[in-house]
């Protein structure tokens, strides 16, 4: 018999694929940006891509415990660029919602695990 599989684990698959998407996305906010306004100077393109470049490296630490705050952070910092770059304040106000929506699921399926009420934990009787 095959060991049940740990949601958990498959949480980390899907932060990462979710941080990787978002670090696409930021780098392709870059065109947005230099139309937009008078043109993308030299320090908002270093900016786009140290975040783009931050996100891309939180990949690597998603199932550290600090690996999700480290995330949420990264929000943040996204919605505070809205000074700075306002197409990256919407990105980050969008992938905020999106790891709300996240996390709100990763909570749900850990009180499920704590109530035993998951299908893998089941016990099936012929």
């Known amino acids: 018999m095959s060991k049940p599989s740990d949601p958990m684990k498959s949480f980390a698959g899907v932060a990462a694929a979710t941080l990787l998407l978002e ?19 030299t320090w908002q393109g ?10 891309l490296v939180n990949c690597a630490f998603v199932r550290k415990p600090w690996g999700l705050w480290l995330a949420a952070g990264l929000q943040a910092v996204l919605v505070v660029c809205w000074v700075a770059l306002p197409a990256l304040g919407v990105l980050g106000l969008v992938f905020g919602l999106v790891w709300a929506i ?10 499920r695990m704590a ?3 998951l299908p893998s934990q089941r016990s099936t009787e012929d």
Do not use: H
């Open 46 to 55: 270093v900016l786009v891509g140290v975040l783009a470049l931050a996100l």
């Open 115 to 117: 109530e035993g009420r």
């Open 102 to 111: 996240l996390l709100w699921m990763r909570w749900d399926v850990a009180k």
């Open 23 to 41: 670090a696409i996305v930021v780098l392709l906010s870059m065109p947005v940006v230099a139309n937009l306004g008078s043109g993308l100077a």
